[in-house]
């Protein structure tokens, strides 16, 4: 059985989100890669020894200005 209930298709967690402070849910966009539902943060997930959550950083070069 699977050992947490997953309401999306989407894996949904709780942290803490270090952009906003908050225990945040974070919902994965990809296997690595969660986004705060409080403050809309990107982040990624980082395992070594403990989970983390680091803000992703989004390059200036890769934001379209129009
Ligand atoms: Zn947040």
Redesign the pocket.
């Known amino acids: 059985m699977p050992h947490k209930y997953v309401k999306f298709k989407a894996e949904v967690v709780t942290g803490q ?1 270090p ?2 402070g ?1 225990n ?1 849910v974070l919902v994965s966009l990809a296997s690595d890669h969660f986004r ?1 539902t ?4 990107d982040l990624k997930q980082h395992i070594n020894g403990k989970i983390s959550y680091l803000p992703v950083m989004v390059s200036p070069d890769k934001i379209e200005l129009s």
Do not use: F
């Not at 409080?38 to 943060?41: E, F, I, L, P, V």
């Open positions: 989100c952009t906003c908050q945040a705060c409080t403050c809309g943060s």
